[in-house]
């Protein structure tokens, strides 16, 4: 029997636990559809800020050059569409293929403060509220090392504990218990947990 990497998380099921990152091919509709249409398990849209950006100057990227090598290295600065782009119907359709794909949809978010992070949050959970069932929950970036003038916020464990009590009391979260994923650091997983188990968050 092969082996199986189906699972579930937050009680959302994914064919497969492997699935991209946010990250610089993960921009566009046009992009993502690729993604959707892979073997990934499910599909991550660009971390997106309150209004599009372009990011940090060029150049941005690196890739090594080698015929057999695939590394590569960006601090591109989060350009993106502006969350609106990443939650319309008309993006989540191009994304997910027109329906040819069915694995979960998530948004990513990285406001430059709590308020915008507030602001686009209110705006996902509008978006769900009017219908949009696909998105299947929300990744809160917050380990972003790319901003030029933004520290990490998830570096600072005062400012981390006070972004997560602030988000997890929202409705979206709290009352209507969509999914919330939190992009740290490796080290930083069981502060994580212990905020959210204060704030019984399930």
């Not at 119907?89 to 507030?118: C, H, L, R, W």
């Not at 600072?156 to 602030?166: C, I, K, R, T, W």
Request: charged letters at 20%; aromatic letters at 6%.
């Amino acid at each position: 029997m092969a082996p199986s990497l189906k699972t579930t998380v937050a009680s959302i099921p994914f064919e497969t636990c492997i699935y991209n990152a946010s990250g610089p091919r993960t921009g566009s509709s046009q992009a993502l559809s690729k993604i959707a249409l892979s073997k990934a398990g499910a599909v991550l849209a660009k971390s997106a800020t309150l209004g599009d950006q372009k990011g940090n100057p060029l150049p941005r990227t690196w890739h090594h050059d080698a015929q057999d090598s695939h590394a590569s290295m960006n601090s591109e600065g989060l350009p993106n569409a502006g969350i609106d782009y990443y939650i319309s119907t008309d993006t989540i359709d191009e994304a997910m293929s027109n329906g040819q794909a069915s694995k979960p949809y998530f948004v990513s978010i990285s406001g430059k403060n709590i308020d915008d992070n507030v602001t686009m949050l209110n705006r996902i959970h509008a978006k769900i509220l009017s219908g949009e069932k696909r998105i299947a929950g929300v990744e809160l970036n917050l380990a972003c090392p790319n901003i030029i003038g933004k520290p990490i916020i998830a570096y600072d464990f005062d400012q981390l504990e006070s972004v997560l009590d602030a988000v997890s009391k929202l409705p979206i979260f709290a009352e209507s218990k969509i999914p919330l994923g939190v992009k740290v650091s490796r080290p930083f997983v069981r502060i994580i947990d212990s905020i959210f188990v204060k704030n019984e968050v399930k």
